[in-house]
């Protein structure tokens, strides 16, 4: 009957399909905590997705241009990164295909060793709502144990590549046993994910795609995709989240990558958002995986 149905027209569904649709995976109950660790009004999440040759791999692209781009990242961006956040004395998460990883296993490794974490973000950037669930599942369990072989450290958190959340990821994440996920977008707080009406345990920090520089500075030219916005405008977005954030004791979290936040015109984006934050002085900078022990337990 369900097949059936998606072959309908979507006014054409009856209530019980569409219910279903929706109910697959939902935010649960909010994980709000009236204060953060140690008294902290605000906590700042910030994150990098170490895509790198992935970006182009993935679609079984073989662009010599765009991998050199993905190798920007491990060149230049993340080293930028690493020295940035070492000189703030601030923690952040970093999610890395497994093809990224087994290309560049000393970046992953030197990203543990200062004390950030290493998140799950697919095998190739595959996006998993084209895959059925033997696949998915498949590659999923092969990623993390690549990142566990080469950094040492299982991981607990998932993004998935893109952000696409397939009707099986859900289900996947608990037989892997995560803590939590940050690929979905219905709360600015953290919250409990329900899938098909039972809680999971399982913790979503929110993304959103405001908070994430791709959508500023992407640049395909064979797609013709080509949005520019300018640094100091990308910049006053990010920091009007933050304030929104701090006012309202939340979570402020934030999506960037490598080869493209670290440009010389920009990595000072990230340099302000630090300085800007730590002058409130009672702000908690914390890893994705931090952030979700913390409000699971509070």
């Known amino acids: 009957m369900s097949n059936e149905m998606d072959a309908r027209e979507p006014w054409q569904w009856d209530e019980a399909h569409w219910r279903k649709l929706v109910n697959q995976t939902r935010a649960g109950r909010r994980l709000a905590p009236s204060t953060w660790k140690n008294g902290a009004r605000c906590a700042v999440a910030l994150s990098f997705d170490s895509d790198h040759e992935t970006n182009e791999l993935r679609d079984g692209g073989k662009s010599i241009g765009r991998m050199s781009w993905g190798q920007y990242g491990n060149r230049v961006g993340v080293p930028r990164v690493l020295e940035l956040l070492k000189r703030h004395d601030v923690k952040a998460s970093f999610y890395v295909p497994a093809v990224a990883a087994l290309l560049h296993p000393d970046e992953q490794r030197r990203v543990v060793a200062e004390g950030h974490e290493i998140g799950i973000h697919g095998w190739i950037h595959e996006l998993n709502s084209v895959l059925p669930y033997e696949a998915e599942r498949d590659l999923m369990f092969r990623s993390t144990d690549t990142l ?23 289900k996947i994440e608990t037989e892997l046993g995560l803590l939590y996920d940050s690929s979905l977008m219905a709360d600015e707080d953290c919250y409990e994910l329900v899938m098909d009406g039972t809680p999971t345990g399982i913790v979503e920090v929110p993304v959103e795609w405001v908070r994430d520089d791709a959508v500023y500075f992407m640049m395909h030219r064979f797609q013709s995709l080509r949005p520019y916005t300018p640094p100091k405008d990308v910049l006053d977005i990010f920091l009007r989240e933050f304030e929104a954030a701090y006012e309202a004791g939340g ?7 490598p080869h493209i936040i670290t440009a010389r015109s920009r990595v000072w984006i990230l340099d302000e958002i630090i300085r800007h934050a730590k002058s409130k002085g009672d702000v908690w900078f914390a890893t994705h995986a931090e952030v979700a022990a913390y409000v699971k337990d509070a």
């Open 148 to 170: 566990e072989k080469i950094t040492g450290l299982r991981p607990v958190g998932l993004r998935t590549p893109s952000w696409d959340f397939s009707p099986n990821t859900l």
């Open 251 to 257: 979570l402020f979290q934030l999506t960037m990558h």
